[in-house]
């Protein structure tokens, strides 16, 4: 079956431009999260949704992010004006529910600021 | 800071030997814990999770073993391929109910195997 995918795989933005990214979560899951990793690093958590709600939005970075998700499906992440520390590879996950349990991940969206 | 952490950045064996892989995490209420495989380019491959009420869980050429006592999991992996070659992550997640509910990964460890 059909994973999460994301689009774009890869973004070349300027510094100081809006970007949006995008999410697909696997069909029927209610829960989405946003990760970003840089480079060699590990996953740092953003956001999370569960329905179109995110209860809880403390790991945005600040206040240029942002993250919305309708008919409980596909999720936008959205940077304003861009930094060039927002360069990361930023991933998907979704997930049938909240709690422990596991999540899948798409394959990124690779943002490059220049 | 992150509560999840790995011994070593990069481990090197020999194709067919076995490998461990560890992982200390220091939040002793974390109730569940995943090992990722990320190969390059590609998100998080889902490999193994155990339940904090577990110590032990096998899979097909992996293992994962849980010490409560001392915070620590490890990721076997019998007999390694080339294939296994990929950063290995692992994470923990506290379902707290009310506040976030994303997984807290540690920085990862690269194994290399060697032909």
């Known amino acids: 079956g059909a994973g999460v995918s994301q689009s774009p795989s890869n973004k070349v933005t300027e510094k100081g431009k809006d970007v949006e990214l995008r999410c697909d979560p696997i069909s029927g899951h209610t829960a989405l999260y946003w990760y970003r990793q840089s480079l060699g690093q590990g996953l740092e958590f953003l956001i999370y949704f569960q329905g179109n709600s995110a209860p809880d939005k403390s790991g945005l970075p600040s206040d240029r992010f942002s993250a919305e998700r309708t008919g409980g499906s596909v999720s936008t992440l959205t940077i304003q004006r861009t930094q060039q520390e927002d360069s990361a590879v930023y991933l998907c996950?979704?997930?049938?529910?909240?709690?422990?349990?596991?999540?899948?991940f798409g394959p990124g969206t690779r943002l490059t600021v220049l | 800071g992150e509560s999840v952490g790995l011994h070593l950045p990069t481990l090197s064996v020999q194709e067919g030997d076995n490998s461990i892989i560890n992982c200390a995490y220091s939040?002793?209420?974390?109730?569940?814990f995943i090992w990722y495989k990320q190969e390059s380019g590609k998100g998080p491959q889902f490999i193994i999770d155990?339940?904090?009420?577990?110590d032990k869980r096998q899979g097909q050429r992996v293992t994962v073993l849980l010490n409560k006592t001392v915070k620590h999991l490890s990721l076997q992996i019998a007999a390694t391929q080339p294939g296994d070659s990929a950063v290995y992550f692992c994470?923990?997640?506290?379902?707290?109910?009310?506040?976030?509910?994303?997984?807290?990964f540690g920085k990862g460890t690269h194994l290399i195997i060697q032909p």
């Open positions: 994470a923990e997640n506290l379902h707290s109910g009310g506040g976030a509910d994303g997984l807290t």
């Open positions: 996950a979704s997930s049938p529910g909240l709690g422990p349990i596991t999540q899948y």
């Open positions: 939040n002793s209420a974390s109730d569940y």
């Open positions: 155990i339940r904090s009420n577990m």
